[in-house]
């Protein structure tokens, strides 16, 4: 069992940046394969990034790939998005997933509630 709570969400300007952290409880945190994703109003939720329990794969989503920058700390619990170069497209609310396979679906076991990153123009 894994339970995950987001934070470092917020208000920013366009090309501006924000590091959002995903906080995981649960022994086996560094087993699984922790996924960011995201949802913007009216729009279905979609994967943003993942990186492996190693942290040796990462894996990205074509409209972040030199933006943002997924990785982990197996010894704090936590994985990171940074994110650069923000647009106005990134605005959506911003959910972190553990999963103990790799994969990039929707098809995560665990979820956290969220943190919303507004981007203004």
């Known amino acids: 069992q894994v339970q995950l709570v987001e934070s470092g969400g917020g208000l920013v300007q366009a090309g501006g940046s924000l590091r959002l952290s995903c906080a995981a409880s649960g022994r086996t945190f560094s087993s699984y394969t922790i996924g960011w994703f995201r949802q913007a109003p009216g729009k279905e939720r979609e994967f943003v990034a993942a990186?492996?329990?190693?942290?040796?794969?990462?894996y990205y989503t074509d409209s972040v790939k030199g933006r943002f920058t997924i990785s982990r700390d197996n010894a704090k619990n936590t994985v990171y998005l940074q994110m650069n170069s923000l647009k106005p497209e990134d605005t959506a609310i911003y959910y972190c997933?553990?999963?103990?396979?790799?994969?990039?679906?929707?098809?995560?076991?665990?979820w956290g509630q969220g943190t919303q990153v507004t981007v203004s123009v």
């Open positions: 997933a553990a999963d103990s396979r790799i994969i990039t679906t929707l098809r995560y076991d665990y």
């Open positions: 990186i492996t329990w190693s942290g040796g794969r990462t």
